[in-house]
């Protein structure tokens, strides 16, 4: 599933090419879904304004189309102040959330609700609040819990589509290693690192060690994309910071079905989400309690819909994805399975074969089709495969959780605090989880790794040109003249200069109004 195309345009056309001209073809989905209710009813998601009209007015009457308006045009405006305020800035430190260009868009982007609740204020039903919030899944996040500003996923789906890449994903992997190539970039796959090497004062990153015991490598500096608990954890010395990861909120897990069929299944599109009938309940279960609900709610992906080249003629892929929870704890194996269970339990088969069973028992009763008989071959993923092939800590396939103390400045930052030279970039760093998020997290690495190396004038796109005259009105506002455009470093500064200082004068004024209180508190007491 490829969302948030403009990110994936972006970064090619950073690196002076295209999508096309790498030879990256895009199709898009349509419809962008299939959402299947328990009760065999179902709704279509699409781009097309036109059934997007009837779907929504047959759930929600006449008037429920000028609500479905309502709630694009909110999402619309997470998605635009997010790509500019929050995917192309980095936040350093707590002051940068202070800069008066975000908190200025801070409630509008309404981080201090759940997804659920503001879409509860534009759908009256309860299929049609789902509908409008599961995706907050994405994130790796309960719809109850994800803050509001995600809402911009379901507006790049529904303004922009769902794309994907004919060959898979993995065509966009290799049209970058590809151009790297050509640049001279030297690739060595397979190679699992061991640690990252520092030097003596344990001051700067000076390379990395392998695995499997072959000469190290030197570099001038580490940019590391594993995941990042686990790097902090197992690939640098041992640290209070990389505890206190270890224990961080964390996104869900998964089991993960990949079927190959033997016969095609034109009742399943190319996206299917089947949802659970108590719904709030089974992300409870899953990201409260780390369980695997009773009921889940599941994602089924058809590649082959779209791609003829993703089956054989006349025969079906499929992926099946059911969130689960998470690994009990970072050092174990443990998962905590179902409610019903009455211990721990690492007994993966039965939990595997339990959510086999939902799966395929479920579709059948929804759409009164008999799958299980026609799969040939099978992969599965779990919470512990996660973890041991792909080093994700507590097997959390979307990295650290995305509630409020987990992003912005509270995220882990891009570039490491006391060794020079180290940079992460990743779904558990900042900006987030995705393919489209990580890429814009991927440029602000090299952005910044360029300006310290004085290698090239940072680029003002447009989303920083955006913030830079949005500072300019501020100062304006404060009467702060501004002459040309030549003025900008000055004005920069004076920006910098008024981002630190606005937070500590209203701590200050805070501390005396304070103080003040409690004098008068304590003269009528
Ligand atoms: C089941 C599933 C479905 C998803 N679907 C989508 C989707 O449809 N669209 C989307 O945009 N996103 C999707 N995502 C999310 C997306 O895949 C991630 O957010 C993204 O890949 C994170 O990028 P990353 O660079 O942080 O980590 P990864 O892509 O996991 O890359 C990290 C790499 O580091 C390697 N590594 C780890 N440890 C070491 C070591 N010691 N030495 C050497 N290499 C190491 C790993 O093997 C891995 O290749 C999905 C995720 C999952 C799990």
């Not at 989905?29 to 007015?57: Q, R, W």
């Not at 430190?93 to 609700?113: D, G, N, Q, Y």
């Not at 015991?213 to 954890?233: H, Q």
Request: with cysteine.
């Amino acid at each position: 599933m490829l969302l948030l195309p403009e990110l994936f345009k972006e970064t090619f056309a950073d690196l002076g090419t295209s999508l096309e001209d790498e030879g990256v073809h895009l199709v898009k989905c349509n419809p962008n879904y299939n959402v299947h209710f328990h009760d065999g009813t179902n709704f279509k998601l699409s781009t097309d304004i036109a059934v997007m009209k009837e779907e929504v007015e047959r759930f929600e009457g006449k008037d429920g189309f000028e609500r479905y308006l309502g709630f694009l045009q909110e999402s619309h405006r997470h998605y635009e102040l997010s790509v500019i305020h929050v995917l192309k800035r980095n936040f350093y430190s707590l002051f940068s959330m202070v800069r008066p260009s975000f908190l200025r868009h801070l409630i509008a982007l309404h981080p201090f609700e759940s997804i659920y609740t503001r879409a509860a204020i534009y759908f009256r039903t309860e299929r049609l609040r789902r509908v409008f919030t599961f995706a907050s899944m994405y994130m790796g996040m309960s719809p109850f819990d994800a803050p509001g500003t995600y809402s911009l996923l379901q507006y790049t789906e529904l303004a922009e589509g769902i794309w994907y890449p004919i060959g898979g994903f993995h065509k966009v992997i290799e049209a970058l290693v590809n151009i790297g190539k050509r640049n001279g970039v030297d690739y060595m796959f397979n190679s699992p690192i061991s640690g990252i090497q520092l030097s003596e004062d344990g001051k700067h990153a000076t390379g990395v060690t392998f695995q499997d015991g072959r000469p190290s490598l030197t570099a001038d500096l580490v940019i590391c994309n594993a995941d990042l608990t686990y790097a902090y954890n197992e690939l640098l010395p041992s640290s209070g910071y990389a505890k206190s990861l270890q224990s961080r909120k964390a996104s869900c897990s998964s089991i993960s079905f990949y079927w190959a069929l033997d016969k095609q299944f034109p009742e399943l599109s190319a996206h299917n989400i089947f949802l659970a009938e108590d719904y709030q309940e089974s992300f409870d279960s899953i990201f409260k309690e780390h369980l695997i609900p009773d009921q889940p709610s599941f994602y089924v992906n058809v590649p082959s819909r779209v791609d003829p080249s993703a089956a054989p003629e006349g025969c079906d892929s499929l992926v099946v994805l059911v969130p689960v929870g998470h690994l009990e704890d970072y050092g174990s194996n443990s998962h905590k399975g179902s409610k019903d269970c009455s211990g721990r339990t690492q007994d993966f088969n039965a939990m595997v074969a339990t959510a086999r069973d939902t799966i395929l028992k479920t579709i059948e009763a929804r759409l009164n089709i008999n799958i299980g008989a026609h799969i040939v071959n099978e992969v599965i993923n779990t919470p512990v495969t996660w973890k041991s092939t792909f080093n994700l800590d507590r097997g959390a396939i979307l990295g650290l959780s995305h509630s409020f103390f987990n992003v912005l400045a509270f995220r882990p930052k891009t570039k490491h605090a006391s060794i020079k030279d180290l940079y992460f970039v990743g779904a558990s760093a900042h900006p987030g989880t995705g393919v489209p998020i990580v890429l814009a997290g991927a440029k602000l690495v090299t952005d910044e790794i360029l300006s310290k190396l004085k290698m090239e004038p940072k680029r003002l796109d447009q989303g920083e040109q955006a913030v830079m005259e949005e500072e300019y009105r501020v100062m304006r506002k404060l009467g702060v003249p501004l002459k040309s455009h030549l003025d900008v470093q000055s004005q920069t500064a004076y920006s910098v200069w008024l981002q630190w200082w606005i937070p500590v004068f209203l701590m200050l004024v805070g501390v005396w109004v304070w103080g003040g209180i409690k004098a008068g508190l304590s003269m009528l007491s």
